[in-house]
């Protein structure tokens, strides 16, 4: 590796990809060497296509036939390492994937007044770089995908001169990073220094968490209960549920195929699409009749190129050309694929009626276990809890995260699960992840792996226990973990010696429900940092609402990495209240030592 990123890219020469190849234990005959070469147009391998490159060498593939640039990219443009890695990595990052990601801010934030100095952004050079610098875009995208995550009246905005400290930048970098994890972006290596230096495929990478998060938000059964349409004749809605929106995507784009007769199979967003056809026919399936008309002429074209700019002109008349180019098409760019799939079906999903029929909603609580899991990066990711962790995998992963080596991964069974015998072996695993749980000393009574693996309600107390294990371990102090009543006896001496008059007896205590103790205790943490004049006097749930959202923003924008939403503070729910002060006195230990 240090071999390779030392030269920052390999240029595409037989002596240079050879030698690199070679000095990696794979002597490759000069032809065979050319033939990768003439793939790669632009001259340069990135790393990771580098390695891609090496595994098919040793498995000693067809060369001209199967190595092939990643993505088959235009372009990619290679740059420095972060403020967090090593002098000599380098990373790499798509353009088309920038070009799109500007086209969809300008897109999705042109109405922002507060954005009205800075949009639209020039899809030139490092323009989008300069304008995520500040945080404020990224936490304005913030709120686009998941709303009212962001309390925007606590961003730190620049003067009329354009002008912001690099304190400040900071600040709203912190509480943008703090946000996206609330939401299940996984921002590990990630600092507030990398947005604000816009290092650029850590910066990619995260918009394209975000974006990802907030087209996929309406896949769901409570907003196109027409979905249900989509199963087999059976398969359960909790299937449905456990389904990625990629393989639900693809489902849709086959039903809307089939409803005009159109025989084609969608199985991917990357091969299955490049040649237009696909698209074409979909455009007409889901235009609706007051709109268009959308016909199938761009297949009369040959030119795929050209084909891909006419299906897409259609795409304009009904308004959801976004994210993809003529050329991301003809490529199968799977990323922006996805996303211009995703975006079409938010746009007109044009499903019919699926009658009456109980939906399967996610809970409060569910989703913020959800976005928990996902934040620590647990493989795979979560979508539906109770049929996701059926195998354990995931529990087991998540133990791994939050207690780094304390998985014996000899006792664990992975996939492929055979027909015969499989289900055994996703017990087994979910055997295991309880046994792990009281090695934590968790209390499961009456909690056993067969709960987990028949997908029971159960499941919730064993990773409540996980996330509050998680949470505490900030707070060990000798070696022990704090208990609640020595959170609450912090929180109390910290608000006294503040000079606040407000004070909490538990974190059942219904003075929590106006929020004066947790924005009390930010102030107490950072003296002058809460804005008193945007403090309600919460008469009414909707002035608590605006109370609680501005505490979680304001402690997320002092590093706190609080899940709670709004309404768990409202309506006073202990385990997400305790959470949240446990949050906010980690930050307090970590000022205190300064």
Known sequence: KQWYQRRVAITAGVSSLGDALAACGARVPGFKVRDICESYKDGFISFDDFIKVLSQVKAKTTFKDNIKPIEARKKVNITGGSAKSSDWVTHSYAEDEKLAFVDWINFRLNKDKGLAKRLPI???????????????????????????????????????????????????????????????????????????????????????????????????????????????????????????????????????????????????????????????????????????????????????????????????????????????????????????????????????????????????EEKTFRNWMNSLGTTPRVKYIYEDLKDGLALIHLFDKIEN??????????????????????LENCNFAIELGQQFNFVLVGVGGKDIHDGSKLTLALIWQMMRHYTLKML??????????????????????????????????????????????????????????????????????????????????????IFALPEDITEVNAKMVMTVFACLMSVGFMRDQK
């Open 122 to 364: 020039s899809e030139e050079g490092d323009h989008l770089f300069e304008a995520l610098k500040d945080g404020v875009l990224m936490n304005k995208l913030v709120n686009d995908s998941v709303t009212d995550t962001v309390d925007e009246r606590a961003l730190n905005m620049p003067d009329a001169n354009g002008k912001l400290s690099i304190f400040k930048m900071r600040e709203n970098q912190t509480l943008a990073l703090n946000s996206c994890v609330a939401i299940g972006c996984n921002v590990v290596n990630i600092g507030a220094e990398d947005l604000i230096n816009g290092t650029r495929h850590l910066c990619l990478g995260l918009l394209w968490q975000i974006i990802r998060i907030g087209l996929m938000a309406k896949i769901t059964l409570k907003d196109c209960p027409g979905l249900r349409a989509l199963l087999d004749e059976f398969e359960s809605l909790e299937q449905l549920l456990a389904m990625s929106p990629e393989e639900i995507l693809c489902r849709w784009v086959n039903y809307q195929l089939n409803k005009i007769g159109c025989k084609r199979v969608v199985k991917n967003f990357t091969s299955d699409i490049k040649d237009s056809e696909v698209y074409a026919n979909l455009l007409v399936a889901v235009c609706p009749a007051d709109q268009g008309p959308i016909g199938l002429e761009p297949l009369n074209h040959q030119d795929l190129t050209q084909r891909a700019e006419l299906v897409l002109q259609n795409a304009d008349v009904i308004g959801v050309r976004s994210f993809v180019r003529a050329k991301d098409i003809v490529s199968g760019n799977q990323k922006l694929n996805l996303a211009f799939v995703a975006n079409l079906f938010n746009t007109y999903p044009a499903m019919d009626d699926a009658g009456d029929f109980e939906i399967i909603e996610e809970t409060r």
């Open 405 to 426: 080596g304390s998985v014996n991964w000899k006792k664990v069974n992975t996939p492929p699960f055979k027909a015969l015998g499989g289900s055994m072996k996703k």
């Open 476 to 561: 060990t102090h000798d070696g022990k973990i704090m208990k609640d009543n020595e959170i609450i006896k912090w929180c109390n001496e910290k608000l006294q010696a503040a000079g606040k008059s407000s004070s909490l007896s538990s974190f059942k205590d219904s003075s929590i429900a106006n929020s004066t103790p947790i924005i009390d205790l930010i102030d107490a943490i950072q003296p002058g940092y809460i804005n008193y004049e945007l403090v309600t006097k919460a008469s009414n749930d909707e002035e608590k609402f605006l109370n609680a959202r501005y505490a979680i923003t304001m402690a997320r924008k002092i590093g706190a990495r």
